[in-house]
């Protein structure tokens, strides 16, 4: 089991950037992801990281923008956001799994959550 702790959430106009982190605690050789939560609306996954960051995948809604990424040394995983949209307004979260060296964007195949960190991005 991992404890994850998100920070780099705020308010943004649209067009403008963020840099999430997810500070990891605990193994580290682990699938990480990000995934956000908009009211009324079902998680969804963003983007995800796996074999130490050798590999990733992001979401259709967010390709050329977001990018996920991993720094060894620090035990970080980030999410760089660009050109932000309204749309993109949500609760991000940082989930792990020790299992599975894949591309999953689906929330029931993580086991390890962290609180979260509000995305505002106004227009």
């Known amino acids: 089991q991992v404890m994850l702790v998100e920070s780099g959430g705020g308010s943004v106009q649209a067009g403008g950037s963020l840099r999430l982190s997810c500070a990891v605690s605990g193994p580290s050789n682990y699938r990480f992801a990000w995934f956000r939560q908009a009211p009324g609306k079902e998680r969804e996954g963003v983007a995800v990281?796996?074999?130490?960051?050798?590999?990733?995948c992001v979401a259709d809604s967010v390709k050329d923008r977001f990018t996920i990424s991993r720094d060894n040394v620090q035990n970080t995983v980030y999410l760089r956001m660009n050109t932000l949209k309204v749309e993109d307004t949500a609760m991000y979260y940082c989930?792990?799994?020790?299992?599975?060296?894949?591309?999953?964007?689906?929330?029931?195949?993580?086991?390890?959550w962290g609180q979260g960190t509000q995305v505002t991005v106004g227009s």
């Open positions: 989930a792990a799994n020790r299992h599975g060296g894949y591309c999953s964007l689906s929330p029931t195949t993580y086991t390890d």
């Open positions: 990281l796996w074999d130490s960051g050798a590999n990733t």
